[in-house]
Nanobody
Framework: QVQLVESGGGLVQSGGSLRLSCAAS????????LGWYRQAPGKQREVVAT???????TYADSVKDRFTISRDNAKKMVYLQMNNLKPEDTAVYYC?????WGQGTQVTVSS
């Protein structure tokens, strides 16, 4: 059973940065595609960024050139570096591995 634990969320001012981390266990991490999703109040969950097993990354248009997803297979970790944060980035961010979801971490960006 896959277990995921996110960390790194918090309150930041517009233009600031945060780095989210997700620790995985219970899966063959290196062969998995990984992703970060988010859900803002009153909105549907949306994909933010994904990274394939071979390292190919994709990003939502709204975060391109501001966010960077990365992975460390040896540590079974996936990261989301978020720069130049905007109030519209406020949401609960979820790590997804092998169709399993973490508990989420809150990111709040003040204007």
């Amino acid at each position: 059973q896959v277990q995921l634990v996110e960390s790194g969320g918090g309150l930041v001012q517009s233009g600031g940065s945060l780095r989210l981390s997700c620790a995985a266990s219970g899966t063959t991490f290196s062969v998995r595609d990984l992703g970060w999703y988010r859900q803002a109040p009153g909105k549907q969950r949306e994909v933010v960024a994904t990274i394939r097993a071979l390292g190919i990354t994709t990003y939502a248009d709204s975060v391109k050139d501001r966010f960077t997803i990365s992975r460390d297979n040896a540590k079974k970790m996936v990261y989301l570096q978020m720069n130049n944060l905007k109030p519209e980035d406020t949401a609960v961010y979820y790590c997804v591995v092998a169709d399993s979801w973490g508990q989420g971490t809150q990111v709040t960006v003040s204007s």
